[in-house]
T-cell receptor, first 113, second 113 residues
């Protein structure tokens, strides 16, 4: 079991550019979560998919951020017109159905210059 | 919504001493509680999952206590060793969603020889 896979591990973008982050959940896991980690804000929930359907996006910034899960094997988080304040580690987690444990990927460290 | 406060933000102990990290939460209906460990540059590693029906849970080298009356969760590392040096996060499963995790701010633990 390879665990949750996230690519790229590091990404540097210029202000105003687009960034797409990829997540491959653990095979058989039906739920995928995105979190953002910064020194100032800590770990913040962004959005959640279950069986590929968006369930809760209450943590997503209303502008420039979007997430999709086109199939059960991957999810993407897209940030348009990136800003320096978007710099963070973006973590993806997956779990089986019900109230099971969330397993986290290694994260993508995004730096917006 | 649920709020989780974690203390202390930084903790330094000598090898062999105990280290205690505490989280308080606000929603009395919270049911699942987690402790994660994050080593530098790495992702979140699950230490323990606690159900609200169990007050004391023991792992390898640590004990987790849950006090539902006071809405307090604590992690006690007994006989800490340098390998325990890491960031520790508590997380609570938000009952309104039964899915997303609400994290504490984290504790940076340093165990000195």
């Amino acid at each position: 079991n390879a665990g949750v896979i996230q690519t790229p591990r590091h990404k540097v973008t210029g202000k105003g550019q687009e960034a797409t982050l990829w997540c491959e959940p653990i095979s058989g896991h039906s739920a995928v979560f995105w979190y953002r980690q910064t020194i100032v804000q800590g770990l913040e929930f962004l959005t959640y998919f279950r069986n590929q359907a968006p369930i809760d996006d209450s943590g997503m910034p209303k502008e420039r951020f979007s997430a999709q899960m086109p199939n059960q094997s991957h999810s993407t988080l897209k940030i348009q017109s990136t800003q320096p304040q978007d710099s963070a580690v973006y973590l993806c987690a997956s779990r089986t159905g019900g109230q099971d444990t969330q397993y986290f990927g290694p994260g993508t460290r995004l730096l917006v210059l | 919504g649920e709020q989780v406060e974690q203390r202390p933000p930084h903790l330094s102990v000598r090898e062999g001493d105990s280290a205690v990290i505490t989280c308080t939460y606000t929603d009395p209906n919270s049911y699942y509680f987690f402790w994660y460990k994050q080593e530098p540059g790495a992702s979140l590693q699950l230490l323990m999952k606690v159900f609200s029906s169990t007050e004391i849970n023991e792992g390898q080298g640590f004990t987790v206590l849950l006090n539902k009356k006071d809405k307090r969760l604590s992690l006690n590392l007994t006989a800490a060793h340098p390998g325990d040096s890491a960031a520790y996060f508590c997380a609570v499963s938000a009952p309104s969603s039964f899915s997303k995790l609400v994290f504490g701010q984290g504790t940076s633990l340093s165990v000195v020889p």
